[in-house]
């Protein structure tokens, strides 16, 4: 496999060229990121003039409130303080000495990981949001910088009481804060704040966005499931930035933990199976297994904060969560570069990007795992690189939607053209069928006219030159109404409608009609609409029509009939039957042996339907059935 890989390689030029161009895209990508977009990610550079901390003491408190600071007993730790494991109430005092006026106030930078969290200055309340009571406190965003007004700032020692809530991870941890004058810390996290307030709302609005377009991509377009993947993806990413900002989550304790685990686990899984799709050739046994992998992964953290004592369910869960992210972005990167031959060659740019963010992705679970210290920046980043992939698809699309108008012009026309042609042959068929069907009408009249009419007229010549043998008038007479009959009949097969069924019987029925009526035989006449729409070549419909002026012919010379019925029908199987009934003598002498009935089985074999003959009691019934397939050509005889 791999020497074929090489072999290709050496020998497809193209495929070269196309791996350079996805190369470059890489470099540029990282080169950018880490130039350009990296550096606003750091921690900036803190004021000289940061106030010293004199001392720190903890303790755990009973109420989070001033009566429970009042009433616990503090003793002195280090920073970082840590609590754990069961939900509970702490409090960390913090001296720190003010050598300076500070006119404006002072700025304070916590860093405190809890679920929320009180903060007093010099015993006044300075920060108190949400929900501090147990079992179930809201969970609060905790601002990168505190406000602490003037009027509450003293010369000389002050206390920072920072008073801190946990019910749904096991620890609570509190480090040394920066303090400062306020413009100098405002100015110093102000990027901060924006990132952490306004930016986190940005980035859930352009993940929505492009989710929603990669979801109308793939049920509007050819439902590649790659565009389904990426709006999993793009959705689940801004689920876990909103979890940030959803304080008040209907789940306590293991259920928030869970919540989050759901939101990274379903990150991880789209990410691998938009990584399997996008090159358009997925490794298919993947497509279940992955999402069997993100089962089996969740699985194994209900039972691991279900089953296990706390701290250790937690901790353990989270390493099932972390090696688990590792793992998809491990497979999303093969996937990527599996399919950098395949389709990233000629899409090199969004290739770049879907590795920088495999990438980052894995950096931030190693970086958790303590393998790693450069994964910084995820959440900031992953929005832009959603955006980038949106808009180089877009652009992509509208080259496309371009070519594809260009295209379109130049298909309509051909088809233009392809239609005229189809139209001209068409009519030169249909002349085709014309003079076939005169020809062959030509060779009917040729040989009705020496069958019929000419053997009548042979045998009125042999009476007329018989020596010794004097004609009979009548005799004569008969015989040549007879042939002139014949020459009727001939006449009448010449003028027919067509290739139109009902026009046809219309024809007959106007033609037949008074030679009935002058017989004395009364005619009925029952046609179905459905029926006398069938479609059927010119040639088929004089056959039937010379099936008709048989039956007729026979009837007026040997029936003695008074009453003529013709009937025309449809089936449900979308058959044609043609009934015609008279109620004289039947089939007895001449009509029995004649040759009009052959000539009837014989038209009908050649249209390809069935022609019976049945007593009518009295009189004779003849059903001439076409069957749907047989009756739109006629078949040679």
Request: proline share 4%; hydrophobic share 50%; charged share 20%.
């Amino acid at each position: 496999m791999i020497a074929g890989a090489l072999e290709r390689f050496r020998g497809d030029s193209e495929l070269r060229r196309g791996l350079a161009r996805l190369l470059l895209a890489i470099i540029a990508v990282q080169a950018v990121y880490w130039l350009a977009v990296r550096p606003l990610l750091d921690a900036p550079d803190l004021p000289e003039s940061l106030l010293a901390v004199t001392s720190v003491e903890a303790a755990k408190i009973d109420t989070p409130d001033r009566a429970g600071i009042d009433a616990a007993q503090f003793e002195p730790i280090e920073l970082m303080f840590t609590g754990c494991c069961e939900p509970a109430y702490h409090a960390v005092r913090i001296g720190f000495a003010v050598d300076r006026p500070a006119p404006e106030g002072l700025g304070i930078t916590p860093s405190v990981l809890a679920d929320n969290a009180r903060v007093y200055v010099n015993g006044q309340l300075l920060v108190n949001d949400g929900r501090m009571t147990l079992p179930k406190p809201t969970v609060e965003r905790l601002r990168s910088l505190w406000f602490v007004p003037p009027e509450l700032v003293r010369p000389g020692e002050n206390t920072l009481e920072i008073v801190t809530v946990r019910a749904t991870m096991p620890y609570t941890d509190v480090n040394e804060p920066r303090i400062g004058e306020w413009p100098e810390m405002k100015r110093t996290f102000a990027w901060r704040e924006f990132q952490f307030e306004q930016y986190g709302w940005m980035s859930i609005a352009l993940c929505v966005l492009v989710a929603l377009a990669s979801l109308v991509i793939f049920l509007r377009g050819s439902r590649d499931p790659a565009w389904f993947w990426l709006a999993v993806l793009t959705a689940a990413w801004a689920f876990r930035i909103f979890l940030f900002f959803w304080a008040d989550i209907p789940f306590a304790g293991n259920g928030r933990t869970l919540v989050w685990g759901l939101a990274t686990t379903s990150v991880g899984l789209a990410w691998a199976a938009f990584a399997n799709e996008w090159g358009g050739r997925p490794i298919r046994w993947l497509r279940w297994m992955l999402p069997l992998a993100a089962v089996a992964k969740l699985a194994a953290n209900i039972a691991l904060l279900e089953l296990q004592p706390v701290p250790d369910g937690y901790d353990n869960s989270s390493l099932v969560d972390l090696w688990g992210g590792v793992a998809f972005s491990a497979i999303a990167v093969l996937l990527l570069l599996r399919n950098a031959v395949l389709f990233g060659r000629r899409h090199a740019l969004e290739t770049g990007l879907f590795l920088l963010l495999a990438m980052m992705i894995g950096q931030e679970a190693l970086s958790a795992l303590q393998v790693n210290t450069y994964a910084d920046g995820l959440a900031f980043t992953a929005p832009l690189i959603f955006v980038a992939l949106a808009a180089s698809f877009l652009s992509r699309n509208i080259r496309l939607f371009r070519s594809m108008e260009e295209y379109n012009e130049r298909l309509a026309t051909e088809l233009a053209a392809r239609e005229k042609e189809i139209a001209d042959a068409y009519e030169e068929r249909q002349e085709v069928a014309r003079q076939q069907a005169l020809l062959v009408e030509r060779q009917r009249i040729m040989r009705d006219m020496h069958d019929g009419m000419g053997g009548r007229l042979m045998s009125i010549a042999a009476q007329l030159k018989a020596q010794g043998h004097e004609a009979e008038p009548e005799q004569l007479a008969e015989e040549l109404m007879e042939a002139l009959d014949e020459l009727r009949l001939i006449v009448d097969s010449l003028d027919t409608a067509g290739d139109d069924l009902g026009m046809a019987l219309g024809a007959f029925r106007a033609r037949m009609e008074g030679k009935l009526a002058a017989a004395g035989i009364e005619s009925e006449w029952t046609i179905d609409e459905d029926a006398a729409g069938a479609t059927l070549s010119a040639t088929a419909i004089l056959d039937i029509y010379r099936i008709m002026q048989e039956a007729c012919a026979n009837m007026l010379r040997y029936s003695g009939a008074d009453h003529f019925e013709v009937a025309l029908r449809a089936r449900d199987d979308g058959a044609v039957v043609l009934e015609m009934a008279d109620n004289g003598k039947g089939l007895e002498g001449e009509a029995a042996g004649g040759k009009g009935l052959a000539n009837m089985r014989s038209r009908a074999a050649r249209i390809g339907g069935q022609i019976g003959f049945a007593l009518n009691a009295p009189g004779l019934k003849i059903s001439l059935l076409l069957p749907p397939a047989a009756s739109a050509t006629t078949r040679a005889g």
